[in-house]
């Protein structure tokens, strides 16, 4: 299971959402349409952040600051959203509401509503991140295996699978819109910093 698809998974149970509604005032279906819509696009931003020195050495330097293994319902019910807010700064740098506005409107949230539910997530995303960097985490050696197997297949492409991948558009157009949203670039980022 890939970085995103965890994240989604551990954000959108029922005791998250739970914790997300009672801190939003949103309905658990906006509020599991903006986690859907904020994750990718968190992790994407933190990707490409992370690609230059600087940027590994900064989010380094907050995960290190970020390392609760609590349940992540429990992180948001407790999360300091000063602090959440600060993150999604970082992330999104001068972008932060027009990113604020984006998941807004796909959600039905309001901006208020929206700005509280990523403060809300942020830390605990962070501290999702930092265990999943760490070379002797479950989380850690499962993404590992997945991405070799992932690099396995790839390099053991037959003829018929060639020839569809190759000629067939939309197939094309669903790899390159999955490639840097799994979360594992950041992971390998991060993990090769560390070295």
């Given at each position: 299971?890939?970085?995103v698809?965890?994240?989604?998974?551990?954000?959108?149970?029922e005791?998250?959402?739970?914790?997300?509604t009672?801190?939003?005032?949103?309905?658990a279906?906006?509020?599991?349409?903006?986690?859907?819509?904020?994750?990718?696009?968190?992790?994407?931003s933190?990707?490409?952040?992370a690609?230059?020195?600087?940027?590994?050495?900064?989010?380094?330097?907050a995960?290190?600051?970020?390392q609760?293994?609590?349940s992540i319902?429990?992180?948001?019910?407790n999360?300091?959203?000063?602090?959440?807010g600060?993150?999604?700064?970082?992330?999104m740098g001068?972008?932060?509401?027009?990113?604020?506005s984006?998941?807004?409107?796909?959600s039905?949230?309001n901006?208020?509503?929206?700005n509280?539910?990523?403060?809300?997530?942020a830390?605990a995303?962070l501290?999702f991140i930092?265990s999943?960097?760490?070379p002797?985490?479950a989380?850690?050696?499962?993404?590992e295996?997945?991405?070799?197997?992932?690099?396995?297949?790839?390099n053991?492409?037959?003829?018929?699978?060639?020839f569809f991948?190759?000629?067939?558009?939309?197939e094309?157009?669903?790899?390159?819109?999955?490639?840097?949203?799994?979360?594992?670039?950041?992971?390998n980022?991060?993990?090769?910093?560390?070295?």
């Amino acid at each position: 299971m890939d970085l995103v698809k965890m994240l989604l998974s551990s954000m959108t149970s029922e005791s998250s959402l739970s914790a997300l509604t009672g801190k939003t005032g949103g309905d658990a279906g906006q509020v599991e349409s903006a986690i859907q819509s904020a994750i990718p696009s968190l992790i994407g931003s933190m990707t490409k952040n992370a690609s230059s020195t600087d940027g590994a050495k900064s989010l380094l330097g907050a995960l290190s600051q970020h390392q609760d293994t609590n349940s992540i319902s429990s992180q948001i019910e407790n999360a300091d959203e000063i602090d959440g807010g600060k993150i999604i700064g970082k992330i999104m740098g001068g972008g932060k509401d027009d990113f604020i506005s984006s998941i807004a409107s796909k959600s039905g949230l309001n901006f208020g509503q929206t700005n509280s539910l990523l403060s809300s997530i942020a830390p605990a995303i962070l501290s999702f991140i930092s265990s999943a960097a760490k070379p002797d985490t479950a989380e850690s050696q499962a993404e590992e295996a997945a991405r070799r197997q992932a690099e396995a297949e790839k390099n053991d492409v037959s003829f018929l699978g060639g020839f569809f991948s190759k000629f067939m558009k939309d197939e094309d157009d669903k790899v390159e819109e999955d490639d840097g949203f799994d979360g594992g670039d950041l992971l390998n980022i991060l993990k090769n910093t560390l070295l």
